[in-house]
């Protein structure tokens, strides 16, 4: 099978995590940029990515790269790219687009550019004047940045945030992919307990298990490339085949999800189940200053309510003087904290967060805060990304 490029799109501040889940998956890193990173890879890259990347948002097949200042050196060059290598005469696709700081600022007219550039070399290749598009869909990307323009096309069809365990939903549910960025930014791995005290609808802690499980995150939905014809169903069978194997059944998982509201423990319970990972985590509708620390060296991973609006003050004032208090008394347990707000470290600690990192949870600026606890003795830790 031929190499080429191909492109993990990630939410910013999460470049590194996706950096390296990339690298565990065995493949070169090409370039690690602002929201995306390049890896070479072939047919069964696509696939094993697609199944694998708990934190990317998309995986893209990168057409080609060139300067764009005019209308007609953005046809001329789409029109040179070998597109028939990809989309079979009977495709279906779309163009999307953007456009920053580049003289071709109308991102309309780059798509119609686009289009039309891709059409025309599909008729020389394929020797007709139309196309029903009735086969599989191919989604091509233009996005012109400083004037270089990035064709691709997205293998993956919906985000790979949708994991497919979601039946049940609560207000403000947070992204899978930040989720398993959070524990996956954490020194939390099986054999240690872990709690999300504000754990909603379950996404952290389903997140955590199936991380701790080895449970390929895209194991049970499909993607936009399955259908293309480049790409066997013998590579995607075998890729599945290869990811079931992988489960681990025999690890010390111990998860605890709780949150006052009872329909959230509901929501959870369903969602762990639809995940496989039921069994590992155990819910339970409790106020957080009714949490007990079992056990020493727990972690807390948590993304609280954010207190934005009128009257939520009060509600987040109290959350952190119930966390300050449960820490105060439990000085081995480990605190990870995702908030978007700017006086949290004063208000918890009056003290620096051991880390801190900013994130996105969708449109929201959020500071992710860590607070380290004691190490548990003769425990090998492994090390969390860089950033």
């Known amino acids: 099978m031929s190499k080429f490029e191909l492109i993990a799109t990630a939410t910013?501040?999460?470049?590194?995590?996706?950096?390296?889940?990339?690298?565990?998956?065995?493949?070169?890193?090409?370039?690690?940029?602002?929201?995306?990173?390049?890896?070479?890879?072939?047919?069964?890259?696509?696939?094993?990515?697609?199944?694998?990347?708990?934190?990317?948002?998309?995986?893209?097949l990168k057409m080609g790269e060139f300067k764009a200042l005019s209308f007609e050196e953005l046809f001329e060059q789409t029109r040179a790219?070998?597109?028939?290598?990809?989309?079979?005469?009977?495709?279906?696709?779309?163009?999307?687009?953007?456009?920053?700081?580049?003289?071709?600022?109308?991102?309309?007219?780059?798509?119609?550019?686009?289009k039309k550039a891709i059409v025309e070399r599909l008729k020389e290749t394929y020797h007709c004047d139309w196309f029903h598009e009735t086969g599989a869909e191919?989604?091509?990307?233009?996005?012109?940045?400083k004037d270089s323009a990035t064709l691709t096309i997205d293998t993956s069809g919906v985000g790979l945030h949708k994991r497919g365990y979601r039946i049940k939903d609560v207000a403000a549910p947070i992204k899978e992919t930040l989720a398993a960025a959070m524990v996956s930014l954490s020194y939390w791995k099986a054999g240690r307990l872990l709690v999300d005290p504000f754990c909603g609808s379950g996404t952290?802690?389903?997140?955590?298990?199936?991380?701790?499980?080895?449970?390929?995150?895209?194991?049970?939905?499909?993607f936009a490339s399955e259908r293309w014809g480049r790409i066997s169903a013998d590579i995607w069978?075998?890729?599945?085949?290869?990811?079931?194997?992988?489960?681990?059944?025999?690890?010390?998982?111990r998860i605890i999800g709780s949150d006052v509201s009872r329909k959230a423990i509901e929501a959870a319970r369903e969602n762990a189940e639809e995940a496989g990972v039921a069994d590992c985590i155990s819910f339970s509708v409790l106020p957080f200053n009714e949490l007990k620390a079992e056990e020493k060296y727990g972690i807390v991973i948590c993304n609280p309510p954010y207190g934005e609006r009128i009257g939520e003050r009060a509600d987040l004032d109290q959350i952190y003087k119930d966390a300050k208090r449960f820490f105060g008394l439990n000085p081995t347990w480990s605190l990870y904290f995702l908030t978007s707000d700017k006086e949290f470290e004063k208000a918890f600690s009056n003290k620096p967060a051991d880390k801190r990192r900013k994130l996105y949870n969708g449109r929201i600026e959020t500071t992710y805060y860590q607070y380290y606890g004691e190490k548990p003795p003769k425990v090998d830790w492994e090390k969390p990304p860089e950033s």
């Open 12 to 60: 910013f501040g999460l470049e590194a995590v996706v950096k390296r889940e990339i690298e565990q998956l065995g493949y070169t890193i090409l370039k690690s940029e602002d929201a995306k990173i390049s890896y070479e890879g072939d047919e069964t890259a696509i696939a094993r990515s697609n199944l694998w990347l708990r934190c990317a948002d998309r995986v893209l």
């Open 81 to 114: 790219l070998p597109w028939e290598e990809w989309i079979p005469e009977d495709g279906k696709f779309t163009v999307n687009g953007s456009s920053v700081k580049s003289t071709l600022y109308s991102v309309p007219d780059c798509q119609a550019i686009v």
């Open 204 to 222: 952290i802690v389903i997140e955590a298990a199936m991380l701790a499980k080895n449970i390929a995150p895209g194991l049970n939905r499909k």
């Open 138 to 145: 191919y989604t091509v990307k233009v996005a012109i940045l």
């Open 237 to 253: 069978k075998t890729a599945r085949k290869e990811a079931f194997g992988a489960i681990d059944q025999t690890s010390d998982i």
